[in-house]
């Protein structure tokens, strides 16, 4: 987490280091005030690498909460992922009386959500996906 005072001045000159920085934002509250986080663009992703290993966890900056986190990006991939895997423990929350097999339930749902998207992905071996159904390879026709 970035300092909740840290000026774009500052970021630059913290991350000059490693290469030439094409784009800097910090995002910003309505007020103007830090969220804390903000994105680098380097024109050589070798300088971004270098400012992964070299900065990532490596210091707690005034007023966070957390460590430095440096890192690609997410991508679209990445939040849908992680809009699944959070929305699913969330399906009945309220509804305690009924934890046994809406937990149950909800564990099936997260592994079938999860395996449509490693199908999405192209990293589970001889399937291949038409919209939501996964067809093995042997059965397609060509």
């Known amino acids: ?19 030439s920085i094409e784009e800097l934002t910090i995002l ?4 103007g005030t830090s969220k804390g986080c903000s ?11 270098n400012a992964i290993n070299a900065m990532h966890n490596s210091r707690i900056m005034e007023g966070a909460s957390s460590p430095l986190v440096v890192k690609f990006a997410d991508t ?10 959070s929305s699913v ?6 509804f ?10 909800a ?4 592994q079938m959500l ?3 998207a490693l199908m999405l992905q192209g990293l589970i071996p001889g399937q291949s996906t038409i919209g939501a159904s996964a067809i093995p390879d042997s059965d397609l026709i060509s």
């Open 1 to 19: 987490m970035l300092s909740k005072t840290m000026k774009e001045d500052e970021l630059r000159d913290m991350f000059l280091p490693f290469g």
């Open 28 to 31: 910003r509250n309505p007020d």
């Open 39 to 49: 994105f680098l663009k380097f024109t050589q992703r070798s300088a971004a690498l």
């Open 76 to 85: 679209e991939k990445d939040k849908m992922m992680r809009r699944m895997n």
């Open 89 to 94: 423990g969330l399906v009945y929350a309220g």
């Open 96 to 105: 305690p009386a009924m934890a046994g097999s809406v937990n149950q339930y």
């Open 107 to 110: 564990m099936y749902q997260q």
């Open 114 to 116: 999860q395996q449509q």
